[in-house]
């Protein structure tokens, strides 16, 4: 069971942060069965990075440049022929364009309508038709525990202490960030192994 100190040290979250999804981390990890201190350790380092240390719950979609759009979303904005300038300071209209409405929420950014659904079957939740819930503490944390665990089964990889596959696993093959996951899992786990 982790306590609010332990995750502050964990994640370097403010105790704000940390009290605001304590509880309902300790939940989450207790019934999705991330118990060993490696296993959790892989999973906070990855949440570590996907919420920028517990703050963040959804995907910042509000970008100032049109270049940046093409630089992050080429498929779009470079091969897809949209006008980058559309969606300049406008997330709504690229989290539909791009995500359907289903952008990343939650600890680890729950992305892409089936996700969604998967969820909301998973936690007895309407993600899908109210994916705002995503944002409150609860299921911002509990949706985290079963996306790492069971959605994308990354407990084999994360008891093994693999950040490489499970940086795959939870983001994808580009592995965005894996330094940083390294060094935030590596920082939980000292914590978590005194």
Same mark, same amino acid.
């Given at each position: @069971?982790?306590?609010?100190?332990?995750?502050?040290?964990?994640?370097?979250?403010?105790?704000?942060?940390?009290?605001?999804?304590?509880?309902?981390?300790?939940?989450? @990890?207790?019934?999705?069965?991330?118990?060993?201190?490696?296993? @959790?350790?892989?999973?906070?380092?990855?949440?570590?990075?996907?919420?920028?240390?517990?703050?963040?719950?959804?995907?910042?979609?509000?970008?100032?440049?049109?270049?940046?759009?093409?630089?992050?979303?080429?498929?779009?904005?470079?091969?897809?022929?949209?006008?980058?300038?559309?969606?300049?300071?406008?997330?709504?209209? +690229?989290? @539909?364009?791009?995500?359907?409405?289903?952008?990343?929420?939650?600890?680890?950014?729950?992305?892409?309508?089936?996700?969604?659904?998967?969820?909301?079957?998973? +936690?007895?939740?309407?993600?899908?038709?109210?994916?705002?819930? +995503?944002?409150?503490?609860?299921?911002?944390?509990?949706?985290?525990?079963?996306?790492?665990?069971?959605?994308?089964?990354?407990?084999?990889?994360?008891?093994?202490?693999?950040?490489?596959?499970?940086?795959? +696993?939870?983001?994808?093959?580009?592995?965005?960030?894996?330094?940083?996951?390294?060094?935030?899992?590596?920082?939980?786990?000292?914590?978590?192994?005194?």
């Amino acid at each position: @069971m982790i306590d609010t100190q332990t995750l502050i040290e964990c994640t370097g979250a403010t105790r704000t942060d940390a009290e605001r999804y304590t509880l309902h981390l300790a939940d989450g @990890m207790d019934r999705f069965r991330i118990h060993s201190p490696v296993a @959790m350790a892989v999973f906070l380092g990855q949440l570590t990075v996907e919420s920028d240390k517990l703050e963040k719950v959804e995907e910042g979609l509000n970008y100032t440049t049109p270049q940046r759009l093409r630089d992050i979303f080429p498929s779009l904005f470079v091969q897809g022929g949209y006008r980058a300038e559309d969606y300049v300071r406008n997330p709504r209209a +690229l989290s @539909m364009l791009r995500y359907k409405g289903f952008h990343g929420r939650g600890l680890i950014q729950l992305t892409w309508e089936d996700a969604y659904i998967a969820a909301g079957k998973a +936690l007895s939740r309407d993600f899908r038709g109210n994916p705002s819930l +995503l944002l409150q503490p609860q299921d911002a944390a509990m949706s985290a525990c079963w996306f790492f665990a069971e959605y994308k089964g990354c407990l084999p990889a994360a008891q093994r202490g693999d950040v490489h596959e499970v940086t795959r +696993l939870v983001n994808g093959p580009k592995r965005l960030k894996l330094a940083e996951r390294k060094a935030a899992t590596d920082r939980a786990l000292k914590v978590l192994s005194k």
